[in-house]
């Protein structure tokens, strides 16, 4: 089928079933940041295989929203198609409740998959479309289409696992019972357990459902007396499922959540996310008391325990000592003349990580990006999209590790031949801004949104900025990308000891250059005086920082004192793990700077 084919057959099952319009969107049931596979129908419809995008058929027509990361990947992909691009943010383009206030009229239906959307955005949906007469109804017309197309994949069913208190410092009985006890701080007695990550941080549940994020497709039902897992059978070993069972966790089938939570007492009250949570579940949910508020598993596994901190330090290790013999590999290549495409850094950096022990997958794909790829902050080579790596420029690679102990993201920039007066310019504000993140010191009411004025006021000097946050939380044998804290203009989440978060400020230059230098921190305890209880970041990561670009005239005496404070520590961690050659060539990178 054709991609028209495929938004008729859409149109064709809406009219069949007594609507209007269609909506899909980039969501699951878990309102997951990267779906199964299983989930995903809008590329199969559209053809358009970007992130965070919304489709809407009418009779009349269609139209697709994208965000500014994927204009011109969707302007692209939707050519010649009757779907219309709709560039989300810009000026004169309507939201897609401001299309729908137009394009659905008195009297009609908007059909959406209510597992698959968000309760606020269903709601926001039809309160816009009650002012016409229009109403939105629950209802999937999508997969039929799809799944008789015999082109929609399985549902993911890997074999799960359970990992153990010596790598989380806690078992599921335990991390229920902090649940509960948020629950009541909220004046609640339940909770449904949608998120992945979420899931898997209550009963230490992993599995490789998605791809660089071990997680499985599953559910938790939480109350005063009870909790459950709902999750394909088969898919623990009897031995889990008896560990389970001893921490008072029952398990049931993947499809009986709603079922589940009709024949929930009564008396319970559930603490209900409309963000977090799908509009069927939701409706479902209001049939008993509610309470409004964020599940506080988000901000329960946000801040690691001491047995968690143990191993991400360990993980950092290992990561390091395969980045390091990574860059090695890089430098020899470049130095042979040998021909190096984008693609092969990922391939390179996989290869070094699976040496080490416990490597289980990346954390995400691989962004290496040569010259003025770079500019484009979500830049992926593949296929055709491959730029040979010149000698001259830099080359920015992104890239990060999921093992038994941890999960890491680290981003370098590496000269991969001579550069410009400005590359220079750029790649030392750079530094700078991720020095002075790295090296702040705050009272502990401080936010992510204070936070990241730290990183931006050495680019800010230049009147330059970057269009994103400086960084985000990263999971436990988990997601890459983790809140509720983060280092962005709109985070209003206090930090506190033993959150982890990224330091990644950059400078984007369209069609010039991209520079990116990312290291994790730990935000730790520096003690209470007068003036209140301060905090401050430590490095996780364990990587030399490239000084060869640097325009070291440009740095403070304690940035300086920083880098080589921070370069002995990489050295001395990382050593004892490596033959006299790789010493020698860390002890190299990491040797100290000055005027």
Avoid at 55 to 63: D, F, I, R
Wanted: include cysteine; charge should be negative.
């Amino acid at each position: 089928m054709t991609t028209n084919e495929k938004i008729a057959a859409l149109r064709a099952a809406a009219k069949a079933a007594g609507a209007d319009a269609v909506l899909l969107m980039t969501s699951d049931p878990h309102c997951s940041e990267y779906l199964p596979d299983y989930y995903n129908a809008l590329p199969w419809f559209s053809g358009f295989t970007g992130e965070n995008s919304t489709l809407v058929v009418t009779q009349e027509g269609s139209a697709l929203w994208c965000d500014g990361r994927f204009y011109v990947q969707a302007d692209k992909q939707l050519a010649g198609t009757e779907i219309a691009c709709m560039h989300a943010g810009s000026a004169g383009v309507p939201t897609v409740a401001e299309y729908l206030a137009d394009h659905v009229k008195a009297g009609q239906t908007l059909l959406l998959d209510g597992s698959c959307v968000p309760a606020n955005l269903a709601h926001e949906y039809t309160e816009v479309l009650a002012k016409n007469g229009a109403v939105l109804k629950s209802q999937d017309v999508a997969s039929a289409i799809w799944d008789a197309s015999g082109e929609r994949p399985a549902l993911p069913d890997t074999p799960c696992e359970l990992l153990t208190p010596a790598q989380t410092g806690a078992t599921a009985g335990e991390r229920i019972a902090m649940v509960r006890a948020e629950l009541a701080k909220a004046g609640a007695t339940a909770l449904a357990v949608t998120g992945l990550d979420c899931v898997g941080w209550l009963l230490n549940l992993r599995a490789r459902d998605l791809p660089c994020t071990p997680l499985a497709v599953a559910y938790a039902l939480v109350t005063s007396q009870d909790c459950t897992l709902f999750v394909a059978p088969g898919r623990l070993s009897d031995a889990d499922a008896a560990t389970l069972a001893q921490s008072g966790v029952a398990i049931r089938g993947y499809g009986d959540l709603l079922d589940a939570v009709s024949k929930v007492d009564a008396g319970e009250v559930f603490l209900v996310d409309e963000k977090a949570t799908n509009y069927d579940l939701y409706t479902a949910l209001s049939a008993y008391k509610t309470v409004a508020g964020a599940d506080p598993i988000f901000a329960l596994k946000g801040v690691k325990n001491e047995v968690e901190l143990k191993n991400i330090r360990e993980c950092h290790i290992r990561d390091g000592v395969a980045v390091v013999r990574f860059e090695m590999d890089l430098e020899k290549a470049l130095a042979e003349g040998r021909e190096l495409y984008e693609t092969d850094i990922e391939k390179m950096l996989q290869k070094r990580r699976a040496e080490q022990p416990g490597y289980l997958e990346d954390s995400f794909s691989t962004i290496a990006a040569w010259g003025p790829n770079a500019a484009m902050m979500h830049y992926h080579a593949e296929g055709e999209v491959n730029s040979k790596i010149q000698r001259r420029g830099f080359l920015l690679v992104d890239n990060g590790g999921q093992y038994d102990c941890g999960t890491t993201d680290i981003t370098r920039t590496y000269p991969v031949g001579p550069l410009t007066e400005d590359e220079r310019k750029y790649y030392t504000w750079v530094l700078q801004s991720h020095i002075d993140m790295a090296r702040a010191v705050f009272l502990d009411y401080c936010t992510g949104f204070a936070l990241d004025t730290f990183a931006r006021g050495p680019v800010w000097a230049h009147k330059v900025n970057y269009r994103c946050g400086t960084g985000h939380g990263v999971g436990f044998i988990s997601g890459v990308h983790e809140g509720p804290q983060s280092l962005r203009p709109n985070n209003p989440v206090v930090f506190k000891p033993g959150m982890t978060i990224t330091d990644e400020p950059g400078i984007y230059e369209t069609d010039e250059v991209g520079i990116r230098i990312e290291n994790e921190l730990e935000c730790i305890d520096l003690g209470d005086n007068q003036y209140g209880h301060w905090l401050g970041f430590t490095p996780l990561t364990v990587v030399p920082i490239d000084t060869t670009p640097v325009l070291v005239d440009e740095l403070s005496r304690v940035q300086i004192d920083w880098l080589n404070a921070f370069h002995k520590h990489v050295y001395e961690t990382l050593a004892p793990r490596l033959n006299d050659e790789e010493k020698t060539w860390l002890a190299n990178k990491c040797a100290p700077i000055g005027r």
